[in-house]
């Protein structure tokens, strides 16, 4: 070969891919070193590439753009130039140049999925997870970086951020809050996948969250009305026959579904053959014709179930009467309050038990400790002093008027040492043989007045 091509390409390396058709990206160069026309040199270029060569100065050629690059679909080219001279035969030389495409942040991130649902039930764990978003942005590096927000906006008049949150790496949502399906069944939260290029671009996407319903709320029954607000009864005529409708109760469930599907039963009545419940209507009927026997007053304790797992239940009483007339209806509150009387009875009885045991406990106290009380001055004999005979008055005589007691009739009189009432005590005599009654009153009597000492114990 006697020719080369010189090529001084590209002009940057790598190309933006935003590089508008017609764009010069290189120059090249050929040289002959042949004379006339065997120096003459056509130039061509592969046609599977967005370039041409467009002649320039002697022996220059320019490398043009001739479509749009994009980065995404092919970011390398391998051109290859071709230069053939006008000789006889002619010679060729060929040259290959690898062109790289630069990336540019035109590609804002898209979702996966044009929208996405997220499906939870109600009374769920704060932070638990709801669902999974993904963006892909096919930029390089930095520009292809999604980052994950949720948009602002409001759900029940609360920030949605109250309600989920949304992990900004992973797209992971989470709930913030426990739901209750009874305040509201959906809600929809919009989120932002955004890219890292400059300027960034970004793109959102909707996502909707349904809370499924939970057996979390029992019947709630409208009729009768609970036996706080009023009391309620029904009148049944005598001549009633059986299937005849008396009454109904009606419940609702703020639950839905299965969960709010409704039973009744009739628990407890005053006559169980009676009266029987629609299991489904809650419609009370009579099972037969009524009879004289039958008691005036009818109370029924009537149970509403619903079809949740585990079942709720609530319970009310109905209170019907059998009468034609309401001349012949007692006291209603004989009716309303049996259950209670009973009960309050109950009551009373075990209040009264405790008052009594109480009272008699006191009272054993009261008496032990006054028994306690009257036996201790006996215990302090060890301490007793003893009043000598001098001490006691000059007129001191018995009853034969010798001025002295005979021997066998002194006695010997004790204070306690501790004693403030200064208690007189007779402690005992000097021989087995006593006074005549009324001789040893009147002595006893003289004592007392001679000395003023309280005879507490003979």
């Known amino acids: 070969v006697n020719f080369f091509i010189l090529l001084l390409f590209p002009k940057c390396n790598p190309i933006p891919e935003n590089v508008s058709p017609g764009t010069e ?23 599977n590439v967005p370039f041409k060569l467009v002649p320039s100065i002697k022996n220059y050629y320019s490398v043009v753009s001739t479509g749009q690059l994009d980065r995404e679909l092919v970011s390398d080219y391998n051109i290859t130039i071709t230069a053939t001279d006008e000789g006889s035969p002619p010679l060729s030389s060929s040259k290959t140049v690898q062109l790289s495409v630069a990336d540019i942040n035109d590609n804002p991130p898209v979702f996966e999925e044009q929208s996405y649902s997220a499906y939870v039930s109600e009374n769920n764990k704060p932070g638990s997870t709801l669902c999974s978003v993904s963006a892909r942005d096919p930029d390089w590096r930095q520009n292809g970086t999604v980052v994950y927000s949720l948009l602002s906006g409001e759900v029940n008049g609360a920030p949605v951020s109250s309600y989920v949150s949304v992990n900004g790496d992973t797209g992971v949502i989470h709930a913030v809050r426990s739901f209750d399906y009874e305040q509201f069944r959906s809600f929809k939260v919009h989120v932002m996948a955004r890219d890292n290029g400059s300027p960034p671009l970004s793109s959102n996407v909707t996502v909707s969250v349904f809370i499924s319903d939970v057996n979390d709320n029992s019947p709630q029954i409208l009729y009768p009305a609970p036996e706080g607000n009023s009391f309620m009864t029904e009148l049944v005529p005598k001549a009633a026959h059986g299937g005849s409708l008396v009454s109904k109760v009606i419940a609702v469930d703020a639950d839905s579904g299965q969960n709010a599907w409704l039973s009744y039963h009739i628990v407890k009545s005053t006559d169980p053959g009676l009266f029987t ?12 014709d009524i009879s004289e026997s ?34 012949e209806v ?8 049996d259950e209670k009387n009973s009960k309050l009875t109950s009551y009373l009885i075990i209040a009264l038990v405790c008052v009594s045991t109480f009272f008699l ?19 302090l004999f060890d301490g007793a002093v003893a009043i000598p005979s001098a001490y006691l008055p000059p007129n001191y ?30 402690v005992s005599s000097y021989n087995d ?15 007392c007045r001679s000395f003023p000492f309280s005879i507490t114990n003979f």
Do not use: W
């Open 25 to 47: 990206v290189g120059i090249i160069n050929v040289q002959d070193r042949d004379s006339e026309t065997n120096r003459q040199v056509r130039c061509s270029i592969q046609q």
């Open 277 to 288: 419940i629609g299991v489904h209507s809650g419609e009370i009927r009579t099972q037969r």
């Open 294 to 327: 039958d008691s005036m007053k009818q109370n029924l304790i009537v149970s509403v179930k619903d079809n949740g797992q585990p079942s709720l239940s609530a319970t009310c009483s109905m209170y019907l009467l059998i009468s034609d007339n309401l001349a």
């Open 330 to 337: 007692p006291e209603l509150k004989d009716i309303s309050y």
């Open 361 to 379: 406990t006191f009272i054993i106290i009261i008496m032990g400790v006054r028994f306690c009380r009257r036996r201790k001055p006996r215990l």
């Open 397 to 426: 005589a018995d009853v034969d008027g010798t001025g002295t007691l005979r021997s066998a009739y002194n006695y010997d009189a004790y204070l306690t040492t501790g004693s403030r009432t200064s208690d007189f005590k007779f």
């Open 433 to 447: 043989n006593t006074l005549p009654a009324d001789q040893t009153l009147r002595k006893m009597v003289y004592v």
